[in-house]
Structure formats: structure tokens, C-alpha cells
């Protein structure tokens, strides 16, 4: 049994890196000719287009792992029917429930290569690739409307609302053009602040370059608006600096903790974590693809050589693959849609391709 094990995971693992290699040398020239064409916007250089598209491999690997595993897969137990090997190893006690134990052993442990990539190695390349462009740009804008926080808080046992918006962040990572907006239980306006630059700490915010609005209370009759000028000002919030870099930052550098605290704050503050809740799952649940691909590429090692050749076996994994990839990103929106319930829309995908690598494995072991 260790021969048998040692020559379906040599050939299933070699076909594996090797369709790996080719997928991301593909998308490594896609993503530098991306960069290059931003870096020379800001007169920089050829080696920081390619250090920054270097550091976005590990993602592209966490993106592409199931599809890589389903063809990697298929190409090898495609050549093992062709060369009659499988059926060699079959008619030598290799049962189809043997066959499944294996290649599911195999598929677990390129889940957990795929977890480890996609909430370790990821994250970190993508924030050391953000923090390059920021440097190269001389800052990360956040969209045309910037980034918006919220908090609730408790000011003289009345409730205040509170709306952060932050235009950009800089190369050190500290935040421009950063508006706070205090507003009361009815919706009134009480105080604005306005800074040119601001660093988040645990339990404050450091601001600098500040003007500093109160508006007078309904209670408060006849008072004029009261407007300050300040160098620096330190101002009091719940919102930590780990709360800070996860809004701030693009959704491909944020890890599943990250993730799940950020969606926990959004439905604390009344605001829609929807989309951060199936990012959330999807991420949680993507790993489990790699099984799933890999039972998706066994029924192939059953079909007879004169079905079809091993390129015509292969190009049928890539659509499989491509038909996954589209499946769960149309599911994915339309769970934002129609509001569906997040784990659910983020298990769908995995859920439908079990079913039919379980399927056509059943038929194939039964009347082939």
C-alpha cells in the first residue's frame, strides 16, 4: 500500500506544481504589466513593478489553489488510465473507496497549504504590496468618497452618533484628510473636526493640524458656532488601531480574524456587514475546495483511454475549473442581493461540485 501511495501522490503532486508554476508565471507577467504601467505614471522603476508584483503571487496562488488541484489532478489520473497503470493498480486491490481515502488525504493537505497561503502569506503580500504602491504614489487613495467608519457612544447619558470619513493614508501608513462629524440622537450636528493628518492608538486618535467646530446644542439658544484651531489634539474613541488598518485596508489584506472582528464592529454600529460576512465564510469555507476539486478529478481515472485523450481530459478540468470559479462569484453577488444567508451562499459552490464529483464517481464505479 506505500507503493501504490507513493506513486499516485508523486504523480498527483508533480502534475500539481507543475500546472501551479504555469498559472502564476501567467498571472505574475499580467500583474507586472499592471504595475509598470502605474509606476511609470510616478516615474518609478522596473524592479519596484516587479517587486510589487512578486509580493501578489502568494494571493494568486490562495485564488487559483482548487483550480490548480482539480487540473493537476485530472492530468494525472487521466495519464494513469492511459498508460493502464490505474488499471493495473486496480486489478492489485486499489478499491474505489481505497482510491477516494487517498486522494482526500492528499486534498486535505493542500487545504490547509491553501488556508495557510490565503490567511498568512496573502494578507501579508498584499499589505507589503500596498505599502509599495503608497510609497511609489506618495499615498493610497481610498475611492472618490474615501473610507467611512462609524461609532456609538454614550456622551452624558445621551447617545452620539459619530461619522469618520478618511480621504487617503499616506506611506506611513497615517490617515489625510480625515473629517469626524458628531451628531446627536435626533440627528443634529454637534461638533466637526477637521484634520489634516491622523495616527489611531488604543483608546485615541492623534490628530494633527486640526479645526476644531462646536455647534451650539437646541438647548443652547442664541449661541454662536465655535470654531478652534489646534496643532495637535487627542481625541477619545472605541475604535482601535486593528478596527483602523482592517477599514482602511483592501479586502485581499485583511486575514478571517480580521475579517470576522470587522463584520462584528459593522453590526455593532448598525451598519451592513453583509458583504464583509460572506467574504468572511468564503474564506473560511475556500480551502475546502481543494478537497472537493480533488474528488471532482477521480471519475477520470475510471474512463477508458478511448474516451478521449489526456488533452481532451484536461481542457475538460479547466472548464470545470473556470465554471467553479464563475459559479462562486455569481453566487456570491447574488447573495448580496437577494440577502441570502452568507454561510450558505459561500458553501453553495462547494456544495453543487460534491454532489457532482460524487455522482458521476458513483455511475462511473458502478457501469464503467
Not at 71 to 97: C, D, K, N, V, W
Not at 196 to 219: C, K, M, N, Y
Request: net charge positive; glycine share 8%.
Amino acid at each position: 500500500m506505500k507503493t501504490v501511495r507513493a506513486l499516485l501522490y508523486r504523480d498527483v503532486v508533480w502534475s500539481i506544481v507543475f500546472v501551479a508554476v504555469a498559472f502564476m508565471s501567467l498571472f505574475f507577467f499580467i500583474d507586472f504589466l499592471e504595475e509598470l504601467e502605474r509606476v511609470a505614471r510616478k516615474s518609478g522603476t522596473v524592479g519596484l513593478a516587479a517587486l510589487s508584483a512578486l509580493m501578489s503571487l502568494p494571493y494568486r496562488f490562495y485564488e487559483l489553489a482548487p483550480i490548480t488541484v482539480l487540473i493537476g489532478t485530472i492530468y494525472a489520473m487521466a495519464r494513469l488510465a492511459q498508460s493502464s497503470e490505474f488499471t493495473i493498480l486496480r486489478t492489485g486491490g486499489l478499491g474505489p473507496g481505497r482510491a477516494l481515502r487517498l486522494l482526500l488525504r492528499l486534498g486535505a493537505v493542500f487545504a490547509v497549504l491553501t488556508f495557510v497561503a490565503g490567511d498568512y502569506l496573502a494578507p501579508l503580500g498584499e499589505q507589503q504590496a500596498a505599502a509599495l504602491r503608497a510609497r511609489v504614489t506618495g499615498g493610497q487613495q481610498l475611492g472618490q468618497a474615501g473610507a467611512w467608519l462609524k461609532e456609538h457612544r454614550a456622551l452624558g447619558g445621551n447617545a452620539l452618533s459619530i461619522s469618520i470619513n478618511v480621504a487617503s493614508t499616506d506611506a506611513d501608513g497615517l490617515m489625510r484628510q480625515v473629517r469626524i462629524f458628531e451628531h446627536d440622537a435626533q440627528g443634529r450636528l454637534l461638533r466637526r473636526l477637521q484634520a489634516e493628518r491622523a495616527q489611531a492608538a488604543d483608546g485615541h486618535w492623534r490628530l494633527e493640524g486640526v479645526i476644531d467646530t462646536h455647534w451650539p446644542a437646541a438647548s443652547e439658544t442664541g449661541q454662536a458656532l465655535v470654531e478652534r484651531r489646534e496643532p495637535q489634539l487627542d481625541w477619545p474613541t472605541t475604535l482601535d488601531e486593528r478596527l483602523v488598518s482592517a477599514a482602511l485596508s483592501p479586502l485581499e489584506g485583511m486575514t478571517t480574524l480580521e475579517l470576522w472582528r470587522y463584520s462584528r464592529h459593522l453590526s455593532n454600529q448598525e451598519q451592513t456587514s453583509q458583504r464583509h460576512e460572506l467574504l468572511f465564510w468564503k474564506r473560511l469555507m475556500y480551502p475546502l475546495a481543494c478537497i472537493v476539486m480533488m474528488m471532482l478529478a477521480l471519475p477520470f481515472a475510471y474512463m477508458h483511454a478511448r474516451a478521449g485523450g489526456v488533452s481532451l481530459k484536461v481542457f475538460g478540468g479547466i472548464m470545470l475549473g473556470v465554471a467553479f470559479v464563475l459559479l462562486n462569484n455569481v453566487v456570491g453577488h447574488l447573495g448580496r442581493l437577494n440577502d441570502w444567508t452568507p454561510w450558505l451562499a459561500a458553501a453553495a459552490p462547494s456544495l453543487l461540485f460534491l454532489t457532482l464529483s460524487l455522482t458521476a464517481y458513483g455511475w462511473l464505479v458502478r457501469y464503467r
